[in-house]
């Protein structure tokens, strides 16, 4: 039984010419810039307004989302929620009010359309 032995193919070599050439080269050292106490009061100065707008949003949003509810007629959140959900009350959720209102304007603009 007869053994062959591989020569090394051009590409071969090509491949390991590159990889020793990728490793004789050194990465570029990258200054690091040490933390100081400023820094991190900043990145919480940073954090903390952030959290104040996004609490300004949200209190925007849902003060819109009630004002909205609230053009709603009473008997038309009514009618919608017991149809919907069979829930009647206050005990609805934001996300099935908002579902309520935009199932009300849709009645509204079919009713403009028809006459």
């Given at each position: 039984?007869?053994?062959?032995?591989?020569?090394?193919s051009?590409?071969?070599?090509?491949?390991?010419?590159k990889q020793?050439?990728?490793?004789?080269?050194?990465p570029?050292?990258?200054?690091?810039?040490?933390?100081?106490s400023?820094?991190?009061?900043?990145?919480?100065a940073?954090?903390?307004?952030?959290?104040?707008?996004?609490?300004?949003c949200?209190?925007?949003?849902?003060?819109?989302?009630?004002?909205?509810?609230?053009t709603?007629?009473?008997?038309?959140?009514?009618?919608?929620a017991?149809?919907?959900?069979?829930?009647?009350?206050?005990?609805?959720?934001?996300?099935?009010?908002?579902?309520?209102?935009?199932a009300?304007?849709?009645?509204?603009?079919?009713d403009?359309?028809?006459?």
């Open positions: 039984m007869q053994i062959k032995e591989e020569s090394p051009p590409k071969s070599d090509t491949q390991k010419l020793v050439a990728e490793k004789r080269e050194s570029q050292k990258v200054t690091k810039i040490p933390r100081t400023n820094t991190s009061s900043n990145r919480c940073k954090t903390q307004r952030h959290k104040t707008s996004a609490a300004r949200r209190e925007r949003l849902h003060s819109l989302l009630e004002t909205l509810w609230d709603v007629p009473e008997t038309e959140r009514q009618r919608l017991s149809k919907d959900q069979g829930r009647v009350g206050t005990d609805i959720p934001r996300a099935e009010k908002v579902a309520i209102v935009v009300y304007i849709q009645k509204m603009k079919a403009l359309r028809a006459h």
